[in-house]
């Protein structure tokens, strides 16, 4: 939800009180987010001095939440072809979003000539977008799974699906005659994106079982080992060839992502022994 309203409220400071003011106001809600996360979050339910007793029976019941620690077993992980494929699909998926947490605001002042003020309200549609596609995304992969079908159809298939779309979306807002059109390319293209985001984690947990963590931890290394990479590299392929080509390798990116979903094996769980 933050990109969505910071983008609008940050320009309004700027134009009202300067750069320096957007960089207080940034700090002091970063300030007042990590003392609500101190104050609120524990480990287990059971820890939670805002948690009762009967509560915690009714949240543990039939789970496998458990205060014991397990090693994970990395090499034997390492060697399936599951483990690698979730990565593959989670670097491909977030490539593309942090590409627009990261450019989207310079990019539609650069490549489209908006006005400062005018970017701060299209930069949070890709966003609207993205947050209306994980949840479309969540439901629509539970309803495939009680209508019968498979892990792999329910999850998988619709990663597949939406980074489909997302692909071919980058790839038309690059022929976009208008500003608002290749913004709302750029909006159904993060927010397609979005179906793989949100379900990444969900055939994490399946494959993983108890050893999720360690395997959302490895997934979600290589999603910001792509974050680390795509900002200067869309820097210097749009400073040599353009940004239409840095949408274009975006799309091709995607497809690598698509390709490790196809992979992933959600119908069986890594093998732990």
């Known amino acids: 939800m933050a990109p969505i309203f910071a983008p609008p409220i940050v320009v309004a400071v700027v134009t009202s009180m300067g750069w320096n003011m957007a960089f207080y106001l940034c700090g002091l809600l970063g300030i007042a987010t990590a003392v609500v996360w101190y104050v609120c979050t524990r480990n287990h339910p059971s820890e939670h001095p805002w948690?009762?007793?009967?509560?915690?029976?009714?949240?543990?019941?039939?789970?496998e939440i458990t205060t014991k620690k397990?090693?994970?077993?990395?090499k034997?992980?390492?060697?399936?072809?599951?483990?690698?494929a979730i990565a593959m699909g989670y670097f491909g998926t977030l490539w593309t979003?942090?590409?627009?947490?990261y450019w989207l605001p310079y990019?539609?002042?650069a490549a489209r000539k908006m006005s400062f003020k005018d970017m701060g309200f299209y930069t949070s549609v890709p966003?609207?977008?993205?947050?209306?596609?994980?949840?479309?995304?969540?439901?629509?992969?539970?309803?495939?799974?009680?209508?019968?079908?498979?892990?792999?159809?329910s999850r998988n298939l619709v990663c597949v699906v939406g980074?489909?779309?997302?692909?071919?979306?980058?790839?038309?807002?690059?022929?976009?005659?208008?500003?608002?059109g290749n913004i709302l390319w750029l909006s159904l293209a993060l927010g397609m994106a979005g179906f793989a985001q949100t379900l990444s984690w969900v055939i994490a947990t399946d494959i993983a079982r108890k050893f999720t963590s360690a395997v959302g931890s490895w997934m979600n290394t290589w999603g910001f080992v792509a974050a680390a990479i795509v900002p200067t590299v869309a820097a210097i392929v749009a400073r040599d060839y353009g940004w239409n080509q840095v949408l274009i390798l975006n799309a091709c990116i995607i497809l690598i992502g698509l390709t490790g979903f196809l992979l992933v094996k959600t119908n069986e769980p890594l093998k732990v022994s």
């Open 107 to 109: 990019y539609l002042q």
């Open 51 to 63: 948690v009762n007793k009967k509560e915690v029976a009714f949240i543990t019941k039939d789970s």
């Open 97 to 101: 979003i942090q590409f627009f947490i």
């Open 163 to 180: 980074l489909g779309i997302s692909a071919l979306a980058l790839v038309m807002s690059v022929y976009a005659e208008t500003a608002v």
């Open 76 to 84: 034997l992980f390492l060697k399936q072809r599951s483990f690698w």
């Open 70 to 74: 397990e090693k994970a077993p990395w």
């Open 127 to 153: 966003f609207i977008f993205l947050v209306i596609g994980v949840f479309v995304a969540g439901a629509l992969s539970d309803w495939l799974l009680k209508k019968g079908l498979s892990r792999f159809q």
